[in-house]
């Protein structure tokens, strides 16, 4: 059975409750199986410390889920309810506030989320430029294109000027082209190959 505590507006309806159950229940399965690998990959330190850095990571992403979402389903409820109706620039308006206000901080888990919705925000505004009209229909598929640009830079980036990715990229790539230069034994293939300094 359904409940719906209060009325955001014709279209969305939805509680304090229910926004941070499904935000809480999203970010814990989204942060939780990556922070566990990337944290047992690249972070050093004792057990206790890496379990407390993957808990800690999947609360925050969880959190500002909850906190972001209220926050936006909130201010899109009070716009239409002082205008009368809804506008398209609720979304836009309300979701500015919350990104402000809850992914505004720098740290590694807003930065991750934030250049995540950037792609995908891009991907978006050319397809619907290509909707449109603004932008004309390829006469090709245009992702070969895109992957080739995409990785060419990336990977220029890598090599010189390293400190300007984020640093889970870059020790990700570290991992993939600087490590695999070194090799100890078969058991490289089984666990972690991690290249030792000094050898």
């Known amino acids: 059975m359904e409940y719906r505590v209060f009325s955001l507006t014709p279209n969305r ?21 990556h922070a566990l690998v990337m944290t047992f990959l690249f972070r050093s330190g004792s057990l206790k410390e890496k379990l407390k850095a993957i808990v800690q990571a999947t609360y925050t992403h969880s959190r500002n889920l909850a ?15 002082i205008q009368g109706q809804t506008f398209q620039f609720h979304s836009f308006l309300a979701a500015c506030i919350g990104g402000w206000l809850v992914f505004g901080e720098n740290n590694n ?79 490289d293939f089984l666990i972690y190959n991690k290249s030792h300094s000094g050898k």
């Open 67 to 81: 906190y972001f979402v209220f926050t936006y389903k909130g201010l899109c409820a009070l716009q239409s309810r």
């Open 109 to 187: 888990i807003n930065s991750q989320i934030n250049m995540y919705l950037l792609s995908r925000t891009l991907f978006g505004l050319a397809r619907l430029a290509v909707e449109k009209g603004f932008l004309p229909e390829p006469k090709q598929d245009p992702f070969p294109l895109f992957s080739s640009i995409i990785w060419g830079l990336i990977l220029w980036l890598f090599e010189y000027h390293r400190h300007t990715l984020q640093p889970s990229l870059q020790s990700s790539m570290t991992y993939l082209y600087d490590d695999s230069n070194v090799w100890h034994d078969i058991t």
């Open 13 to 33: 309806g939805a509680s304090w409750g229910g926004n941070k159950s499904h935000s809480n229940c999203y970010g814990a399965k989204i942060r939780a199986p």
